[in-house]
């Protein structure tokens, strides 16, 4: 399995700034995602993060408001930006080992938006 | 495209009785489905996962699923609930056909009267 650190664990926030999420990868993997849980809810994809492309993101995820870094196969960052308090939710990194074909996810990050 | 329904939004069940969470899927290509749970405040935990081997799918914490084809159903059962047993739980598809996008249920949580 894969063990997946993200920083930070929570964050309070004031609306209209800006939170780095980083996410660190004890292997290489090729294949990283980002995930949003607003509060009482499921998981929606963001983005899937290859290393040495751009960022895929889903359907109602744009990059100005998400923009993802991928610089090597152990890590990226997920920017939340311009934050309004409807951005208060969980944000969860994973990765897929292709051993495996299974995704792993980090314990995530809690941000709440004042 | 492909969907998962989790027909349960709440399970309560005793101390060392059956566990049973409902799942329905659909998806247009072969799927791969599986089980996630996340207590509170943690990250998500793989339980199990079918990738079309064996039907009846064991996964750790004496938790089994079975996939049936024919009813689109991956339901999760377990002989007898411990008290650590008590998150939330998520069914989740994946298609084989190049798309490694989860897809995920609106989970069950579940919780075990003492």
């Known amino acids: 399995s894969a063990v997946i650190s993200q920083k930070p664990s929570r964050d309070i926030c004031q609306r209209g700034t800006s939170l780095t999420i980083q996410c660190q990868v004890d292997?290489?993997?090729?294949?990283m995602f980002w995930y949003r849980q607003q509060p009482g809810q499921s998981l929606t994809l963001i983005a899937t993060?290859?290393?040495?492309?751009?960022?895929?993101?889903e359907s109602g995820f744009v990059i100005d408001k998400f923009p993802i870094s991928r610089p090597n196969l152990t890590f990226s960052t997920l920017t939340v930006s311009n934050m309004s308090p409807e951005d208060s939710s969980i944000y969860l990194c994973?990765?897929?080992?292709?051993?495996?074909?299974?995704?792993?996810f980090g314990a995530g990050t809690r941000l709440s938006v004042l | 495209a492909q969907s998962v329904t989790q027909l349960d939004s709440h399970v309560s069940v005793s101390e060392g009785t059956p566990v049973l969470l409902r799942c329905n899927y659909s998806?247009?290509?072969?799927?791969?489905l599986f089980w996630y749970v996340q207590h509170p405040n943690k990250g998500l935990q793989l339980l199990l996962k079918?990738?079309?081997?064996?039907?009846l799918v064991k996964g750790i914490n004496g938790f089994e699923a079975e996939f049936k084809k024919s009813e689109t159903s991956f339901h999760l059962t377990k002989p007898s609930a411990h008290m650590s047993d008590a998150a939330e739980y998520f069914c989740?598809?994946?298609?084989?056909?190049?798309?490694?996008?989860?897809?995920f249920g609106t989970g069950t949580r579940l919780t075990i009267i003492p």
């Open positions: 994973s990765v897929k080992t292709t051993a495996k074909n299974i995704q792993y």
């Open positions: 292997s290489q993997v090729t294949m």
């Open positions: 993060a290859n290393q040495g492309s751009e960022a895929t993101y």
């Open positions: 998806s247009s290509y072969s799927p791969s």
């Open positions: 079918y990738t079309s081997a064996a039907t």
């Open positions: 989740v598809v994946s298609t084989n056909f190049g798309n490694e996008k989860l897809t």
